[in-house]
């Protein structure tokens, strides 16, 4: 990992510096500002309106803070860089260029990630510590930025507006003023927590993120049978340390069985693939 010092360092300064700041003022406020910076205006695609994506964003921004208030964020300034630089590189080849995707690692050692909308990505420390290199952690990130970028939580969701979108029906309970709206953009992201840490996503929306997530991650080179494996090391882990996991995602082998399915329908090689491991980071206290 030394090699990548002086670009992660770089890549701090430049882009998780100000994310960080964000990271800490959600905690004290929600509203988003006019010029929104995670959007980047230059690079809004086709049927979504400026205000349809800070309305995703800062919905996501309330879930995003009710994580870290749940487990707390893990403070390593290496580890952090470093896992953002793979989002960064994954979200390159990811169709939603008109946010910006950020990782913050949760201080637990549950084992288990999360996405809230407009691109805010969580992972737990115990993942970290159970991932055997980077493709396997890619391949977790990968899968929680599919949630993401296919809505898989605002299409649960089902908010309406007169548009008849479910974005649009989210940009209708950030702007609205009444109480009767900002009462039911409060329940919405309450469901969203519910979602992420009680009830789960549904089967088919799992299934989604893990195939489509193993075709993002091999795109940048990591090996396509990393989620796989991951998903067979934890399967053998004691029920006291997946519990929570477990009830959360559909069976173990019914995913290792889609992931399987999709490598060979799409031609995926195993071969010649980054083998990074994660030594200098795994095992770390805070």
Not at 128 to 137: F, G, R
Not at 223 to 238: Q, R, S, T
Request: charge should be negative; include cysteine.
């Amino acid at each position: 990992m030394k090699k990548y010092g002086s670009l992660m360092s770089n890549y701090f300064i430049r882009y998780y510096l100000p994310l960080l700041i964000a990271f800490l003022l959600l905690l004290l406020s929600s509203p988003v500002s006019a010029k929104n910076p995670r959007v980047r205006d230059h690079q809004i695609i086709k049927d979504i309106s400026v205000d349809d994506i800070k309305a995703e964003i800062e919905f996501g921004s309330e879930v995003a803070a009710r994580i870290i208030g749940k487990y707390g964020l893990y403070q390593d300034d290496d580890l952090v860089k470093y896992v953002n630089l793979i989002a960064k590189s994954l979200a390159s080849a990811a169709n939603r260029p008109e946010i910006r995707f950020t990782v913050g690692i949760l201080s637990t050692n549950t084992i288990n990630a999360f996405a809230a909308p407009g691109g805010f990505i969580f992972v737990t420390k115990g993942v970290i510590d159970n991932v055997d290199d980077e493709a396997q952690l890619a391949a977790v990130i990968s899968h929680e930025i599919i949630h993401i970028v296919q809505k898989h939580i605002v299409k649960e969701l089902n908010i309406r507006s007169f548009e008849s979108s479910a974005v649009s029906g989210l940009t209708h309970l950030i702007s609205g003023t009444t109480n009767t709206v900002r009462v039911a953009f409060t329940k919405a992201v309450d469901e969203t927590i519910n979602i992420l840490f009680e009830r789960g996503y549904k089967r088919r929306d799992e299934i989604e993120a893990d195939t489509m997530g193993v075709v993002l991650a091999s795109r940048l080179g990591y090996d396509p049978v990393a989620l796989a494996c991951f998903i067979e090391k934890i399967k053998n882990l004691g029920d006291e340390d997946i519990s929570s996991y477990r009830n959360l995602y559909p069976p173990f082998d019914e995913r290792i069985e889609h992931i399987n399915k999709t490598i060979a329908q799409e031609g995926l090689t195993t071969e010649n693939h980054i083998k990074e491991k994660l030594v200098d980071y795994q095992g770390k206290q805070n």
